[in-house]
């Protein structure tokens, strides 16, 4: 069998004396769109961030292809082998924030190719002409010399996605990547979304856009306090769901948007 692309084992998280995560497990097979739901406070957008240590876990196991790094539980600090696992780790995962990130002193045609010229060390012009390809797959090639503060929330989250594709990830990771667009703006990012599910790309994503968490994904994961209540495919977890708490979630979001 193909071995998983992500795994993660009994991940810890804790801030101060409060532990945000408790023994999560998560894996994702090629391909797997996987959207990660819950309630604010749940613990997805920490999870998500453990996974290429933007939030550093006090305890368990991440694997991404053949990079795997165990952590203790003690909350030391990472050893130096440990933090060149890391740094190839984040190279191969594209990650998609909530508020765009983008570099407000680079072109959008900048932004894309920053990381595949000046971390992968990949030839610049391939990484130009794979750049402009991207832009017209997420429809903006016309805006490929405009700077970020000239472009809408949706065109910006469309540029995020185009830039994680450039580094070429091996899964990526989805941050409510709708959650501070306008309501008009969200379709064109979710359509370009969808698109990379049906090329069958990896895919995490925390989402609250329940409807399309339950088209998009073949697996779902709802969240209660740090700890998966609830997990399977989505006509299981968003139609009968065994748990009596992600019950209640779902039919809430959908009452409140449908």
Not at 161 to 173: E, G, M, N, S, Y
Not at 193 to 220: P, Q, Y
Not at 223 to 250: K, M, N, T, W
Request: glycine letters at 6%; aromatic letters at 6%; charged letters at 25%.
């Amino acid at each position: 069998m193909t071995p998983p692309t992500l795994t993660l084992r009994n991940i810890k998280k804790s801030f101060g004396q409060h532990e945000v995560l408790h023994d999560v497990s998560l894996t994702a097979n090629d391909g797997d769109v996987i959207s990660l739901i819950g309630a604010s406070g749940s613990g997805k957008s920490t999870l998500l961030r453990c996974i290429p240590f933007l939030e550093v876990p006090q305890g368990g196991e991440i694997q991404l292809a053949d990079e795997k790094i165990s952590l203790t539980g003690t909350g030391a600090a990472l050893t130096r082998a440990q933090q060149a696992t890391v740094k190839r780790i984040r190279q191969q995962l594209g990650f998609v924030f909530q508020s765009f990130n983008l570099w407000p002193h680079r072109t959008v045609l900048q932004n894309i190719i920053e990381a595949p010229v000046h971390v992968q060390k990949r030839n610049r012009r391939e990484c130009i002409e794979e750049a402009e390809a991207l832009l017209e797959k997420v429809g903006l090639y016309a805006k490929k010399d405009a700077w970020p503060a000239h472009l809408s929330g949706g065109q910006q989250q469309r540029i995020a996605i185009a830039r994680a594709l450039a580094q070429h990830p091996k899964a990526i990771l989805f941050d409510e990547p709708t959650s501070a667009l306008d309501p008009e703006r969200v379709g064109d990012v979710l359509k370009v979304i969808r698109s990379l599910a049906d090329e069958g790309r990896t895919m995490i994503i925390v989402t609250h856009e329940m409807g399309f968490a339950r088209e998009v994904s073949n697996k779902a994961i709802f969240l209660h306090q740090g700890v998966i209540e609830e997990e399977g495919p989505p006509e299981q977890v968003f139609s009968d769901p065994l748990s009596d708490r992600c019950r209640a979630f779902v039919s809430s979001h959908f009452q409140r948007n449908y």
